[in-house]
């Protein structure tokens, strides 16, 4: 069992957060050393985790910040992430947060619509200043996940699409507040088959192409993130294949001389480093299924109600023969369920349970349904 526990955890209240730092070390270092050789830059997508240990470590190790609300650009600023190394995406940003990411003077905003772009110019010159963009495209490449967490298909709210891009192009000479600096994509997370990125870099191409033959270079290609885990057997890859996954960008993207290269990671990057612990409540019997009732519910971990995602499960105190269990929280809906038929040993009240793969948007999509208390953080390694 590679987990690691913190000495006390018995004595612990349930449900928490735990916290590899030692497992976020290593991911960063090896994300790093795999975009580092070949000038790509990473920021780190917020969304996934924003807890102050974690991004300490992630801007230590020289990461940018992919924040998209102003309360994420201002945790990033917060946590000592320079203006320089922020970005700011989102298909709604507010005037409140247009402003404060102009103020801050951040690097640049991802733009994902015409009328975005216009209120964008206009805000900047109140503040006499001329902001900074990419336009974030919607490239129309299936990213053959999840239809909740896919974000490149036409039928998608996000980014500007095909159709729409040569009018929002012809309003730039008309915006002396703006400078476009680059395009970005985003096709969705949880990306497990790499060949979706080749065909997104094809696109990027044909696009950059595009903007080339109407005379405009573009200095900054955002590529997004995506890139995603192994959920079902976590301890086989617990940091991620960065170098299958940079080499090909550095492969398939046609890049101009100078041209600088962007990713925004969440999942991979912080998955695998959190664990969501609990207890067993209750074990209970019906005529056609035992129930494994734990402390920890939808309210701490709302993936698999959400979007039907499996997080493996372990019992960390049974070493009996496996049985079968439904493994559900305490909250009062049915979709509280993390797993049907799970094998387990067999499991008894007070046995530690817990849900691997949790340190991406587990702990920031946490709610407090049923006036439930908030799951702390702990942190080992
Ligand atoms: N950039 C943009 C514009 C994004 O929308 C996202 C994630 C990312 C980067 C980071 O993607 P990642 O590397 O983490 O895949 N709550 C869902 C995931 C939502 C992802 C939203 N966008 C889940 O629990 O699976």
Redesign the pocket.
Known sequence: MPLHLPPDLDARPTPFYLYDLDLLRRTLQAAQQAARPRAIQVHY?L??NANQPIMDLVREYGLGA?C?SGNEVQCALDAGFAPAHVVF?GVGKSDAEINRALAADIWCF?VESAPELLVLNELAGRQGRRARVAL?LNPNVDART?H??T?GLEANK?GIGLGELAGVVELLPTLPHVELVGLHV?I????TDLAVFETLCHRVNELQQWFEHRGLALPHLNV?????VDYEQPDEQLVPDFEAYFSLFERYLQRRPGQQVHV?????LVAQCGTLVSRVLYVKESQQTRFAILDAGMTELI?PA??Q?YHRIENLSSQAPAQLYDVVGPICESSDTFGRQVSLPETRRGDLVVLRTAG??GQV?ASRYNLRDEAPAVYVG
Not at 188 to 191: A, K, L, P, R, V
Not at 224 to 228: A, D, F, S, T, V
């Open positions: 997508a969304k996934a992919d998209v995406a991802n974030r999840h909740y967490i974000t996000f985003h969705g997370s949880q990306i997004g993130g995506g890139l995603g925004e990671l969440g999942r991979s993936r959400l979007y995602s991406a948007y999509m």
